[in-house]
Structure formats: C-alpha cells, structure tokens
C-alpha cells in the first residue's frame, strides 16, 4: 500500500511536470496568425520559392520511394503520373489511388488481403499517412495547389515572408505557413498555425537540403526546440522502379 502511495505520488509529480511544461511552451511561444497581403507579388515570391528547390524536375519525377521518421516509420513507393501509392508500416500494406482512396484501393496484413472494416480502417490510416508524410515531403512545391490562398507578411526584419494558407484539400483544411526565405528565396523555416498543434505559430527549420537524381531538391532534416530531427530517411527518386532500387510491381 505504501509503494504504491508513492508510485502514485511520483506519477503525479511527472503529470504535473508535463503540463507545466506544455503551459510555459504555449504561454511564450503562442503567437497570433499575421494577416499577409494577397497580390500578385505574393504569387510571384511563390513561383521564386518552387524554382529554388526545381518544381520543374520534382513535376517530371516519377517514381519516389522514403520513409518519413516522424510520429512512426511509414515506408512509401508513389508513383506520382500513374497517382498510386504503396503506404506500408508495421505489419501492413496499403495500395492507394491518390485521386481518391475511396476507390480500388487495397489493404493487405502480414500479406494477405483483408476486407470490411478492417480493410477500410487501415485505408483510412494509409490515406492520413500519406497526406502528411507527403506534405512533409515536399512542401514547397504545393504553395500554388488548387484551395491555396498566397500572401505577404512583414517580418521584425522588415523582410518579406510567403504566407500560404490552405483553404482546401488535404485532411486538415485551414492550416497556414510562413514561410522564411533566404537570399536564393530557398526556404529555411516556416511557422505553423495547424489543427493539430496546440501552440500557435510553431517554429520549424528546414535543413539537409539533398538534391535528388531527378534534380529537384528537398529537405530532409528539421530543427524542432533546438534539436535536428532527421525525418525523411532513405530517400530515391528516379523515372523508373529499377531506379529506386524496387523490384517487381508494388502497386499490385
């Protein structure tokens, strides 16, 4: 009875801890969502931001194949003219239509093809996975998609920042970015206002920029708090399967 007093003491004393923590965090780094300009200048500072990291040749990109390292291993193989994807993580492998998962899609356990409310779940988790981690992916490139709104922000600095809010698409519509550029207008942080992050304005690095074989260039590597997180790993990319490394059809 008394251990467990104690353990009880010591778990509450870390709860405690914890939530002080995440008040503090909220507390001085919660920022309000600046308000930018919507013009013609913002889209142009856009169209500056994609040549930086070569949307032309990320667009002409056929195969990609990483794993995104973030709140679990996902491991993908998109075929992004062909729009399917293999999503696999744990146990499971998913097969997506990334027009609409909805349709054709497939679920697979230990291989072997499940169906009904199983099959459906683990869509549904494939679809999410893939939303995020490709985002995350490559984001750059998606600040002129269909639902985006482009504005400028003023910094401290009194340099110009690209706010890019999306409206639509995706699972979380509504999210914002801003983004910080260099001098090559190459993106090296952005602050984000997301349904899923409880502090305002979170703070983002972009660093490990890798230029891939294909010739477009992304980031592989995040500063979050003051700590490099490494959160696209074994990253390929290539206009055929053979190209990554991929034998055989992973989209069957």
């Not at 399917?84 to 097969?95: A, T």
């Not at 679920?107 to 988790?125: H, L, P, Q, R, Y």
């Not at 995350?136 to 985006?148: C, E, H, M, R, S």
Request: proline share 3%.
């Amino acid at each position: 009875m008394r251990v467990l007093k104690i353990l009880l003491i010591i778990v509450g004393v870390i709860i405690g801890l914890l939530l002080a923590t995440f008040l503090y965090f909220k507390v001085t780094m919660n920022q309000a969502e600046p308000q930018g300009v919507v013009s013609t200048e913002a889209d142009l500072l856009a169209e500056k931001m994609m040549a930086s990291v070569d949307k032309v040749a990320w667009d002409s990109t056929r195969f990609v194949k990483w794993t995104f390292n973030g709140s679990g291993k996902h491991n993908f193989i998109w075929d992004k003219r062909n729009h399917d994807v293999q999503v696999s993580w744990d146990e499971n492998r998913v097969i997506l239509n990334t027009k609409d998962h909805t349709k054709g899609s497939k679920a697979f356990v230990n291989g072997k093809e499940i169906s009904g409310d199983a099959a459906t779940k683990a869509v549904n988790s494939a679809w999410s996975y893939f939303c995020n981690d490709s985002f995350w992916l490559n984001p750059v490139v998606k600040a002129t998609d269909p639902g985006t709104e482009r504005s400028i922000v003023k910094t401290e600095d009194d340099k110009e920042a690209l706010k890019v809010q999306y409206k639509s698409g995706g699972v979380t519509p509504g999210d914002a970015y801003l983004w910080t550029l260099d001098e090559n207008y190459r993106p090296t942080s952005w602050q984000m206002w997301t349904q899923i992050l409880p502090i305002d304005g979170f703070p983002i690095a972009w660093k490990g920029w890798k230029q891939l074989s294909t010739g477009a260039w992304i980031s592989t590597t995040h500063d979050i708090l003051g700590s490099d997180s490494e959160m696209i790993v074994d990253v390929k990319a290539g206009m055929t399967l053979q190209d990554l490394g991929v034998e055989g059809n992973p989209f069957e």
